[in-house]
């Protein structure tokens, strides 16, 4: 009999982590691998992000802080939601913690009792339905398709509504299929959200990578009073190129970010002390570095909606923000692939990659079969490459 918890061994370790792993040991063996599988920005973070770093360091700043976080970086937070957004918050109802990751295990831990329902529209981002139940909550999935662009329907969300539900989870832009949800999209699940009294978490970490004419609105800012019933949940992860440096925030009432607080105090004491002052430097100094990636972005954003639309068979929906695109593989499932048949996306991207060396994510990981899931936040070279990869892996299917 295991040692481990029963809630523990039921938990999917991350799909994304296992194939980016994947492709580390095929690169490490000597193949050539072209790595489509992380949603990790590849530039580097900005100089005066780094340079604010070591001028903490330099000034002490290397001991415990405040459970919550500094209150500069928790005030520069609210700043920040109030020059972009015209949303006003106290200092007090921002909560920093070990990444946008830390911060949503915080959010459920803290609403979640025993039984309560979140509802996550799906395709959905791998780690929401494994953090719901750590924390005890029942994640109730309610499936979009492609014709809606992946975005959940009002209708569907009164369909989904159950006496135990307690939380809508939004994502927008959306990882994995980078579709964004308009402001009157937005405000007609808000109805929904204020008639059932639902309390609404809105994942906005992608907030700023954004293309074209789209314009992204907060979940808060389309209608009067929802401030008192949402949970921002963002950070500087994807903004700013800092990954590693593990700083995320949630911003909500001040009951939610006591509770918050109080949790974190038990859990990691404190975000990294260093990371917190060079999140200030990301959020108040020049800001120029966030439109440059956001350009690249851009362009490759361009050059993979015109491959998947070469490639005959494959397809995908709009993608207005995020850096993933969530490409339909329907079409080339139930074929045989050197001689064995692949009909799941599984075994479509592990085919792909051990043959092709081309790594991407099976769309079963976010609760949509057949799909994969390709990341652009990766140079223009290699995605060149993957694409020849898996225009080549497509042309071997009989
Ligand atoms: C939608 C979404 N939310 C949250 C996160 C976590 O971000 P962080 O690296 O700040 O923990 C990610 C990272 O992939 C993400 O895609």
Redesign the pocket.
Known sequence: MSVISKVVQALEPSATIAMATKAKELRAAGRTVYDLSL?EPDFATPDHICQAAVEAMRAGHTHYTQAPGIPELRAAVARHYAATHGIEYKPEQVVVSN????S?HNVFTVLCDPGDEVIIPAPY?VSYAELVRLAGGVPVIVSTTQESNFKLLPEQLVEAVTERTKVLLL?SPS?PTGSMYSPEELAALADVAIERDLIVVT?E??ERLIYGDNRFASFPTVRDGLVDRTVI?N?V?KTYAM?GW?I?WTLSTVEVAKAMSKVQSQETSNPCSISQYAAIAALEGPQECVAEMCLEFAKRRDYVTSRIAEIDGLSCGEMDGAFYAFVNIQAHLGKSYGGTTIDNSSDWCLGLLDQQGVATVMGSAFGAEGYARLSFATSMDNLKAAFDGMAAFIDSAK
């Open positions: 949603g990444g946008a990751k830390h949503l981002w994502c990882n994942d970490i992608y949940v950070g992860s990954t593990r995320g």
